[in-house]
């Protein structure tokens, strides 16, 4: 909503983005709270006294094009969590070179998990440590601590 809202249209607007997010962790969504304005559900349980219909209000949610990557990846966990959907056929009729090469694709699709960020202390303390190490030894710990 690119206009004022007044103080008790606000309120609506907190009150339905407590319950969309509650309704959306539920169903296995996760979105920012700014989407939310957008949803024509949301949009007019704000503006009028209505209360938020939230199964429209998710269907609307599940068809914004932000949310299709969450959607496929949640109805692959589906997919292969069932022994007996067609993906496990498929997997099935794959040779073996076939099934690494879907692995990958799917791993690639995945987000890089984020590393914690070091303070500069503690990414000189582990520069240190790594001094007294043996050279073959460096990199591999200097892996496992972030650094490169």
Do not use: W
Request: glycine share 4%; proline share 6%.
């Amino acid at each position: 909503m690119n206009f004022e809202l007044t103080p008790q249209e606000q309120a609506r607007l907190d009150s339905a983005g407590r319950v969309l997010t509650a309704a959306a962790t539920e169903a296995g969504l996760t979105a920012p709270a700014e989407i939310f304005r957008e949803l024509p559900s949301v949009k007019l349980a704000v503006l009028t006294d209505d209360g938020l219909d939230v199964e429209s209000a998710l269907r609307e949610l599940r068809q914004r094009p932000e949310m299709a990557e969450q959607l496929r990846a949640q109805e692959l966990k589906e997919a292969l969590s069932n022994a007996g959907s067609d993906l496990h056929a498929d997997l099935a009729r794959m040779n073996p070179h076939q099934r690494m090469t879907y692995g990958r694709q799917l791993g690639a699709a995945k987000p890089a998990p984020e590393k914690a960020k070091l303070t500069a202390d503690e990414e000189a303390i582990i520069t240190l440590t790594l001094r007294n190490l043996p050279p073959a030894e460096r990199i591999s710990a200097a892996r496992k601590a972030g650094l490169v």
